[in-house]
């Protein structure tokens, strides 16, 4: 069975509550399609808006974290009974940018990715090497390290159901896509590593996303690619060329 595309959006630390309203009205009608899942993931205090603002649309809102614990002292962390209840069904997790100044781990990583499928939330689990890393020629072998980690633990059923996003670090926020080739390769390698995990029935249906630098003229030809199965979109998701990016073909 063909994979479903799904093309996210992170918007990172951007956009107050009332801006969020004011951008998916913007969006709507730009990011509509029966093709594809379209997530806004969207700063925790502006879900609730989100959600009102994007009801009876084809907008599915996801959160930006999570932590790994259900409820205590934990200040300012955001619990997955907060996101459930609030109606998110998507929450990325361990975004480079999180592990570089938050101090995440593949181990907190595998702590939350669990947790999210405890409560029935579908994690987008990011990785992606360093410049160093690629130069160095580890880019593989640093992946299926990522990706290994984050999945200890996790069943083939809820594998299945999860999202990989693979991100250079070097790609993200800088203007410097990654070739084709290069994110094609990845994530088919991606794809073989969760196949010796699990099983072929598994690979074939995790959904493996491209993410960094994504824009409206790199967007088609990376989706085209036979083992990427969509986008997780930074500064581009925030802008009306999202909705060129959703509607790609
Ligand atoms: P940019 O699309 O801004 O490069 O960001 C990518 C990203 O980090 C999405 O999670």
């Known amino acids: 069975m063909a994979r479903r595309k799904i093309i996210a959006g ?5 956009m107050t509550p009332s801006e969020a309203v004011a951008l998916i009205e913007t969006l709507k009608p730009l990011v509509a399609t029966e093709e594809a899942d ?10 609730i808006p989100a959600m009102e603002a994007a009801k009876g ?32 069904k998507y929450v990325i997790i361990g975004h480079s940018e999180r592990r570089q100044y938050f101090a995440e781990t593949d181990e907190t990583v595998n702590k939350k990715v669990l947790k999210a499928f405890e409560h029935g939330i579908t994690p987008i689990i990011c990785c992606g090497e360093t ?24 069943s083939a059923e ?7 996003a693979y991100e250079p670090i070097w790609a993200i926020g800088t203007g410097k896509v990654a070739t084709t080739e290069q994110a094609q390769e990845v994530c088919a390698a991606i794809r073989t590593c969760v196949g010796e995990i ?6 074939a249906a995790i959904r493996i996303q491209y993410g960094g630098s994504v824009s409206a003229s790199s967007a088609p030809e ?17 802008k009306p060329d999202f909705g060129k990016i959703v509607n790609y073909k």
Not at 65 to 71: L, T
Not at 158 to 164: D, F, K, L, N, Y
Not at 224 to 232: F, K, M, R, V
């Open 10 to 14: 992170n918007w990172k630390m951007n």
């Open 38 to 47: 379209v997530v806004f993931c969207v700063p925790a205090i502006d879900i």
């Open 222 to 238: 990376l989706f085209a690619q036979p083992d990427i199965d969509g986008g997780l979109v930074g500064g581009a998701a925030l």
């Open 198 to 203: 699990y099983d072929e029935a598994t690979a």
């Open 158 to 164: 809820q594998a299945a159901t999860a999202v990989i």
């Open 57 to 88: 649309s084809n907008i599915c809102i996801g959160a930006e974290n999570m932590y790994f614990e259900e409820k205590g002292a934990y200040t300012g962390e955001i619990s997955p009974n907060m996101l459930t209840d609030a109606g998110v």
């Open 131 to 154: 410049l160093t890393q690629r130069e160095q020629g580890v880019t593989i072998d640093f992946i299926r390290q990522q990706v290994k980690i984050a999945l200890l633990g996790v």
